[in-house]
T-cell receptor, first 113, second 116 residues
Framework: GAGVSQTPSNKVTEKGKYVELRCDPI?????LYWYRQSLGQGPEFLIY????????DSGLPNDRFFAVRPEGSVSTLKIQRTERGDSAVYLC???????????FGPGTRLLVL | AQKVTQAQTEISVVEKEDVTLDCVYE???????LFWYKQPPSGELVFLIR??????QNEISGRYSWNFQKSTSSFNFTITASQVVDSAVYFC?????????????FGEGTQLTVNP
C-alpha cells in the first residue's frame, strides 16, 4: 500500500510569511506525528494526534506553530510569522496506534529567507 | 526524561568489514520500545527494527543484527559484511509507554560511510 506522503517536498518562503505543510498518513493509521529535523541532528518531536485530537502538543516550540487533523486522516502543520530559525525538514509519521511502529514520510524541506 | 545517546558521530569502513553502531538509552519507565531507523542520502527515514523492553532476545535479519542489553541500557546494531549501499545515517530511538506517550526520542545519529 501507499506510504506516508507529504506536500510540498520543498517550500521557500520569506521571513514573516505563513506556511502550511500537509501530511497524508498510511490508510487506517489512527496515530499521526510531526517531527522537525535540523541539519546534522536527529528528528525532534512536535505533536501527536490520536484520531482528530492532539493527544500531545508539548513539542511545539511556540504559539506560532499549530497543527490540525479535522477528519482523523490528513493533517496540516501551520506556521505563522515564519522566522529563519524555522528552516528545517518537517517530517510526518503515522502508526496503527499508540506505541506502534512509526512510518515516516519523505519530509518537507522548509527554507525561510 | 528519556534520552538516547549515539556516541559515534561518524564511522568509515571498507566494504565487507563488519561494523557496530552503539546506542545507549535512559528511561524511568519499565515498559518502553527501542527502534533503529536508516536515513539514506535521499532523506527518508526507513524503519529497521522495533524491540519492546521485555524482549531481550537478540535479533538477526540478513546482514543486520541487534544486541539488546537492559543491564547496560544498550541497543547496539551490527552490520556484517558491509556494502556501499549501507552508507547512510542511522538513528536509534526510544518510546516510553507511559511517561512520554508515543513520542520518539532520537539520538543524534551515526553517519556510516562504506567505501568500496
Amino acid at each position: 500500500g501507499a506510504g506516508v506522503s507529504q506536500t510540498p517536498s520543498n517550500k521557500v518562503t520569506e521571513k514573516g510569511k505563513y506556511v502550511e505543510l500537509r501530511c497524508d498518513p498510511i490508510s487506517g493509521h489512527t496515530a499521526l506525528y510531526w517531527y522537525r529535523q535540523s541539519l546534522g541532528q536527529g528528528p525532534e518531536f512536535l505533536i501527536y494526534f490520536q484520531g482528530t485530537g492532539a493527544a500531545d502538543d508539548s513539542g511545539l516550540p511556540n504559539d506560532r506553530f499549530f497543527a490540525v487533523r479535522p477528519e482523523g486522516s490528513v493533517s496540516t502543520l501551520k506556521i505563522q510569522r515564519t522566522e529563519r530559525g524555522d528552516s528545517a525538514v518537517y517530517l510526518c509519521a503515522s502508526s496503527r496506534g499508540r506505541g506502534e511502529t512509526q512510518y515516516f514520510g519523505p519530509g518537507t524541506r522548509l527554507l525561510v529567507l | 526524561a528519556q534520552k538516547v545517546t549515539q556516541a559515534q558521530t561518524e564511522i568509515s569502513v571498507v566494504e565487507k568489514e563488519d561494523v557496530t553502531l552503539d546506542c545507549v538509552y535512559e528511561t524511568r519507565d519499565t515498559t518502553y520500545y527501542l527502534f533503529w531507523y536508516k536515513q539514506p542520502p535521499s532523506g527518508e527515514l526507513v524503519f529497521l527494527i522495533r524491540r519492546n523492553s521485555f524482549d531481550e532476545q537478540n535479533e538477526i535479519s540478513g546482514r543486520y543484527s541487534w544486541n539488546f542489553q537492559k543491564s547496560t541500557s544498550s541497543f547496539n546494531f551490527t552490520i556484517t559484511a558491509s556494502q556501499v549501499v549501507d552508507s547512510a545515517v542511522y538513528f536509534c530511538a526510544l518510546s516510553e509507554k507511559e511517561t512520554s506517550g508515543s513520542r520518539l526520542t532520537f539520538g543524534e545519529g551515526t553517519q556510516l560511510t562504506v567505501n568500496p
